[in-house]
């Protein structure tokens, strides 16, 4: 006779139930979805995608995404071949910039060398006006004794902008610097007639005196009112584009000096 009928389910151990038909536990899920383990192995692999990715690669030689895209195309996807242009991009560009620094340097170095030289040139024009000027027309037609005396006067400056005019006019029309010197030579010779001098005439020995103040103010005006039509002949535009200004043309300069109103 058989003994009792025994409940197999009881013999049953749980770790002989596949595990997708176990009942889980609140705590092996958690313990499941938290596996240290499983998210490092899962981290790992993703880092090491982005270790493979070769544009994180070539970005990795310190350029931008977009030149690292082109490197790679031009290379034809070889990583190696990429970066070697890479580098040498770096290079150039590294040499671009040194190049475009000593320019800079080179150009700043030029104009403080051209600054310095104009600084020169004012106050050579103020300090020795003669030695600076000398070879204007209208300097050489002035003569030396009436030169010093507006060097020495109220008039420098206006005598000073003449010359300064002259010289820019020739080197700005030397296809007619005939006519400009000419035009500076009539103006000066016209203010020397208008000098009158102390004594003049007054001792045997002919000697003249000094120059009179008063004669001095009448040069002074005449110098003051061709500088103004100097000034507006040659800033203002030409009516012919590469025309000399009609300032310059052979005229009768004297006519127009005697017009001047001085009062």
Same mark, same amino acid.
Request: glycine share 4%.
């Given at each position: 006779?058989? #003994?009792?009928?025994?409940?197999?389910? $009881?013999?049953?151990?749980? %770790?002989d139930?596949?595990?997708?038909?176990?009942?889980?536990?609140?705590d092996?899920?958690? %313990? &499941?979805?938290?596996?240290p383990?499983?998210?490092a192995?899962?981290?790992?692999?993703e880092?090491?995608?982005?270790?493979?990715?070769?544009?994180?690669?070539?970005?990795?030689?310190?350029?931008s995404?977009?030149?690292?895209?082109?490197?790679?195309?031009?290379?034809? #996807?070889? +990583?190696d $071949?990429?970066?070697?242009?890479?580098?040498?991009?770096?290079?150039?560009?590294?040499?671009?910039? &040194?190049?475009?620094?000593v320019?800079?340097?080179?150009?700043?170095?030029?104009? $403080?060398?051209?600054?310095?030289?104009?600084?020169? %040139?004012?106050?050579?024009?103020?300090?020795?006006p003669?030695?600076?000027?000398?070879?204007?027309?209208?300097?050489?037609?002035?003569?030396?004794?009436?030169?010093t005396?507006?060097?020495?006067?109220?008039?420098?400056? %206006?005598?000073i902008?003449?010359?300064?005019?002259?010289?820019?006019?020739?080197?700005?029309?030397?296809?007619? #610097?005939?006519?400009?010197?000419?035009?500076?030579?009539?103006?000066?010779?016209?203010?020397?007639?208008?000098?009158?001098?102390?004594?003049? #005439?007054? &001792?045997?020995?002919?000697?003249?005196g000094?120059?009179?103040?008063?004669?001095?103010?009448?040069?002074?005006?005449?110098?003051?009112?061709?500088?103004?039509?100097?000034?507006?002949?040659?800033?203002?535009?030409?009516?012919?584009?590469g025309?000399?200004? $009609?300032?310059?043309?052979p005229?009768?300069?004297?006519?127009?000096?005697?017009?001047? &109103? +001085?009062?």
């Open positions: 006779m058989s #003994g009792p009928r025994r409940n197999r389910s $009881a013999d049953v151990q749980v %770790d139930v596949p595990k997708k038909h176990r009942k889980v536990s609140d092996d899920a958690a %313990d &499941d979805a938290e596996d383990a499983e998210e192995e899962i981290a790992d692999e880092e090491e995608e982005e270790e493979d990715d070769p544009i994180e690669l070539l970005k990795a030689q310190g350029v995404e977009d030149v690292a895209e082109r490197m790679l195309e031009k290379a034809d #996807g070889d +990583l $071949a990429a970066v070697m242009l890479i580098v040498e991009h770096q290079e150039l560009e590294k040499e671009e910039n &040194d190049l475009a620094k320019m800079e340097e080179s150009l700043q170095e030029a104009e $403080a060398e051209s600054q310095k030289r104009r600084d020169l %040139d004012e106050e050579r024009k103020r300090s020795a003669a030695e600076f000027f000398q070879g204007c027309s209208f300097l050489e037609n002035l003569g030396e004794d009436v030169a005396a507006l060097f020495s006067s109220d008039a420098k400056e %206006d005598v902008a003449i010359l300064d005019l002259e010289r820019k006019c020739r080197q700005w029309y030397r296809a007619r #610097g005939g006519d400009v010197a000419d035009y500076f030579s009539r103006i000066a010779v016209k203010a020397v007639a208008n000098v009158e001098y102390e004594g003049k #005439g007054g &001792d045997e020995s002919g000697e003249q000094n120059i009179k103040a008063s004669s001095m103010e009448i040069v002074h005006s005449l110098l003051v009112a061709h500088l103004s039509d100097l000034q507006d002949a040659v800033l203002s535009l030409p009516t012919i584009p025309t000399i200004p $009609a300032i310059f043309a005229i009768d300069v004297e006519s127009k000096i005697e017009t001047v &109103d +001085l009062t």
